[in-house]
């Protein structure tokens, strides 16, 4: 679709529009506590901060939240069961291409059968603004994985080129919603170029990168099932589960049932659950699938790298580095795991 | 029938029963499902039979065994509320030093009138069903528990570190702020409550059932604590390392 131009003082402008009109219940972007990255509801366009590296979560927590209720029933004969599946509108500012390239993912999992309306609901009630992601965090190597930039995913796609956004637009959502809120014009063969060149000396940028090609990383990792990479790497693993927490790409989650204290009514809930967790792998007879933290490591590589790919023909990590930060004893980055094992192998 | 419940405290700062009567919003609807017969905090009258016993506070005396044993005998279910009667908690202290000296600090020249043995948890002098650790006890947590006890269902109680919470919630770790925590190691359920209120973890919760201890005390060296800072930190609430019942 097309491209187009807006000025920085601009694009506040429109920021602060969406705010003020309210035709949105919320705006949604990138803000800042204790020198890291949140994305959070926007009260003015001075709060957006859109050259930041990365956030603490990934915005899927707008279409995955940590904690939801899914059905609502009451005790009794008759239960009546209601499914839950609320969504508000949102306009959502400032996502990355690795992160909007995770919601592809998720996206792609929820919607295979049995579909799950939840996130399909509030993704079209989204409008997603995206940035590209100039200054990598030092555990990116989301380059490698071939999504530095992004053709999908988006309504509306900004790249800074100084005092001005290049604007791309992915959607006729997009495209009307710029119409309406901004003051943009068409790009001109210089913005684009500029575009072109900030993104191509981003890519210099990024400190972590795999040592392959990595649609080879399947190839590699059924090599390697019984190296000693695994558990070497996961003797320090504290089973935290932070690395999956704040990764853009795990869906799991787990349900559990609450009842009000007058024990008559009640609901179903969902909240995020980790496979790096000791639990996570045990059945009702206590049997643990995945006792160790070896083999817990392995099939969290094994899931990033293979199992999804294979499924849904889409990575299952976008190398945004969240997980790599995360980690206080620093084994969590695929890419670190998959260069020692194609060396290894 | 509704079930008889009796509070029993033990040694604390009886901020845990004082916590349970903070419930103000939910009280009464729990005096409907509950009957109380025994609260310190709460009445004078006493009662002998009951069906679930509730203990806050550590065992440190020899009238505590004593006490805790009957109270077992009596309960067809007990649970332990609060860091103390559930891992020893802060009581535990000062089990690193003699008995006698521990009494002389605290009753001078009376200390001969009393007697103290090294302070433990509940549980490790009779059979717990379910503890809730926790300085104070967890509201929202024990309200669960008890909802879950009425219906008949196992009451669920986290198996993994604060730090997973301490994600959801979407704090920036204190380690990456130049501080430290023990959030690695100690059990979820708070939902990170301290580090979203700004602060560390201290570990009230206790350890996770297979903690990592060894690479939590490397990180925590990482970032500049000694081995004896270390040990301190995790003294706090669980020193005790005599096993239960
Ligand atoms: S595995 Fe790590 S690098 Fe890959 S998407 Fe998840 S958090 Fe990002
Ligand atoms: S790999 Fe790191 S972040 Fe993940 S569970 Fe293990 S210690 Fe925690
Ligand atoms: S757990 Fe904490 S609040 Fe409860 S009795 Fe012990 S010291 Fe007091
Ligand atoms: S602040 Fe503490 S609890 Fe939170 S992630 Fe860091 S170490 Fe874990
Ligand atoms: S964060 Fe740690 S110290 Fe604070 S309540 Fe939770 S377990 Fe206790």
New binding site residues.
């Given amino acids: 679709m097309e491209d187009k131009v807006i000025s920085k003082a601009d694009f506040s402008s429109m920021v602060d529009r969406l705010i003020q009109e309210g035709e949105y219940d919320s705006i949604e972007g990138v803000k800042t506590k204790d020198g890291k990255y949140f994305f959070g509801s926007l009260t003015n366009s001075g709060e957006l901060c859109l050259d930041y590296d990365v956030t603490l979560l990934p915005p899927k927590k707008y279409f995955l939240p940590q904690r939801e209720t899914v059905i609502t029933f009451r005790q009794g004969e008759r239960p009546a069961p209601e499914p839950v599946a609320e969504a508000s509108s949102v306009v959502l500012i400032g996502v990355h291409p690795y992160d909007l390239k995770a919601m592809e993912l998720c996206e792609a999992v929820y919607s295979a059968p049995p579909a799950d309306p939840n996130l399909m609901i509030r993704k079209s009630k989204t409008v997603v603004i995206g940035v590209d992601c100039l200054n990598p965090n030092p555990q990116s190597f989301s380059a490698s994985m071939g999504f530095a930039t992004t053709e999908s995913g988006y309504d509306l796609m900004l790249t800074d080129i100084g005092d001005s956004y290049v604007v791309s637009v992915g959607t006729d959502r997009g495209a009307d919603l710029l119409a309406r809120y901004g003051r943009a014009a068409d790009a001109t063969a210089t913005n684009l170029a500029r575009r072109d060149e900030v993104r191509e000396m981003s890519l210099g940028r990024y400190e972590k990168s795999l040592s392959m090609p990595a649609d080879e990383i399947p190839a590699i990792l059924n090599e390697t099932w019984d190296s000693r990479v695994f558990a070497e790497k996961s003797e320090v693993c504290l089973s ?1 589960g ?1 690395c999956v927490m704040v990764c853009p790409t795990c869906v799991c989650f787990d349900v559990e049932d609450t009842v009000a204290l007058s024990l008559d009514s009640g609901e179903r809930y969902r909240k995020w659950d980790s496979c790096m967790l000791t639990d996570f792998a045990k059945v009702a007879t206590g049997e643990n699938f995945r006792e160790d933290r070896e083999s817990r490591f392995r099939h969290r590589m094994h899931r990033k790298g293979k199992y999804l790919l294979e499924r849904y023909d889409k990575p299952g990590c976008v190398g945004c580095g969240r997980c790599g930060l ?1 980690c ?1 004893v620093d084994i969590a980055l695929p890419a670190d795991t998959y260069n020692l094992l194609k060396e290894a192998s | 029938m509704k079930p008889k419940v009796a509070f029993f405290d033990f040694t604390s700062c009886e901020g845990c029963q004082l916590e349970v009567l903070n419930f103000e919003q939910e009280v009464l609807q729990l005096l409907n499902l509950l009957e109380i017969v025994n609260f310190r905090e709460l009445m004078t009258e006493r009662s002998d039979d009951y069906d679930i016993a509730i203990i806050d506070g550590a065992i440190s005396t020899d009238a505590d065994v004593a006490r805790i044993k009957e109270i077992r005998e009596r309960a067809s279910i007990l649970i332990t509320i609060g860091a103390c009667s559930s891992l020893g908690g802060v009581n535990c202290l000062k089990n690193a030093y003699p008995m006698e000296e521990v009494l002389s600090v605290v009753y001078g020249d009376a200390a001969g009138y009393y007697n103290t043995i090294p302070a433990r948890p509940v549980s490790a002098v009779v059979p717990v069903d379910y503890a809730l650790p926790q300085c104070p006890v967890n509201k929202a947590e024990f309200l669960e528990v008890v909802k879950a006890l009425l219906l008949g269902k196992k009451p669920e109680i986290p198996n993994y ?3 997973a ?3 959801m919630a979407e ?6 702020l130049g501080r430290t ?4 190691v ?1 059990r979820a359920g708070c939902n ?1 409550l301290c ?1 979203t209120w700004g602060r ?2 201290w570990g009230c919760r206790g350890l996770v059932d297979d903690p990592n201890v060894d690479a939590a005390t490397d990180v925590l060296k990482e970032h500049g604590l000694t081995a004896e800072d270390i040990v301190n930190k995790f003294r706090i609430y669980t020193a005790w390392t005599g096993g239960s019942e």
Avoid: R, Y
């Avoid at chain 2, 925590?181 to 690695?184: A, K, T």
């Fill in positions: 935290c932070s995360a206080l | 570190p604060v730090c919470e301490c994600k704090n920036a770790c204190v380690f990456d925590c023990l959030g690695p100690t990170a580090v560390h973890c």
